[in-house]
Nanobody, 119 residues
Framework: QVQLVESGGGLVQAGGSLRLSCAAS????????MAWFRQAPGKEREFVAR????????NYADSVKGRFTISRDNLKNTVYLEMNSLKPEDTAVYYC????????????WGQGTQVTVSS
């Protein structure tokens, strides 16, 4: 089993920055694709970014491309999401997820961390 704990959320003004962290325990995530998702009030959860086990390949939702950067430190069993030029529409609960045995399916999820961007 993999346990994921997100941190780093908070309240920030539009244009500001935040860095989210996702610390894994239980099993190493070094071989797993990791991703960030978010869910705004009244909306469905949406994909934000993903990173392969090596960190070489990353993908982003169009809405965050150029503003957010996903990275990982496999020695620390941690994944990060650097968020810059934040907008009020980025307000959501951000979740970290780890891919399970099936490629493309995220089997492990954290509890989420709230990000609120004020205008």
């Amino acid at each position: 089993q993999v346990q994921l704990v997100e941190s780093g959320g908070g309240l920030v003004q539009a244009g500001g920055s935040l860095r989210l962290s996702c610390a894994a325990s239980g099993r190493t995530i070094s071989s797993k694709t990791m991703a960030w998702f978010r869910q705004a009030p009244g909306k469905e959860r949406e994909f934000v970014a993903r990173i392969t086990w090596s960190g070489i390949t990353t993908n982003y939702a169009d809405s965050v491309k150029g503003r957010f950067t996903i990275s990982r430190d496999n020695l620390k069993n941690t994944v990060y999401l650097e968020m810059n030029s934040l907008k009020p529409e980025d307000t959501a609960v951000y979740y970290c997820a780890a891919e399970g045995a099936t490629t493309g399916r995220y089997a492990y999820w954290g509890q989420g961390t709230q990000v609120t961007v004020s205008s």
